[in-house]
């Protein structure tokens, strides 16, 4: 719904994902939910709300950066898992840079 830019309908549907999320024990990628609802809200000018769902996906991306850490993890999946969740994790401060700047909050 977003790339055919019914924001609204992808907004309600971003929202109900992530409800599901929040009641589901395991789930692949909730970050990624959370930055598209920042971006899906960047678009709509509702730059406060934005910041707040990237700043929950740089919560959990840290989260589970940790989480593998301590747990330890296999050779080529521990690798992939911590490429793909720093290259997320980036977008991620990138998103939350740019609502700041939106918001005005320079330093």
Known sequence: YKRRGKLHAALQYLAKALKIELTSEEVDNPAGTHLNLCA?????GRHGPALEHAQCAIELLEAMAE???QKGGEGAE???GATDDGSI?????HNMAVEQEHLGMLE
């Open 89 to 93: 994790l980036a977008i991620a401060w």
């Open 67 to 69: 989480t593998r850490e």
């Open 40 to 44: 899906t809200l960047s678009q709509l």
């Open 78 to 80: 521990k690798q992939s």
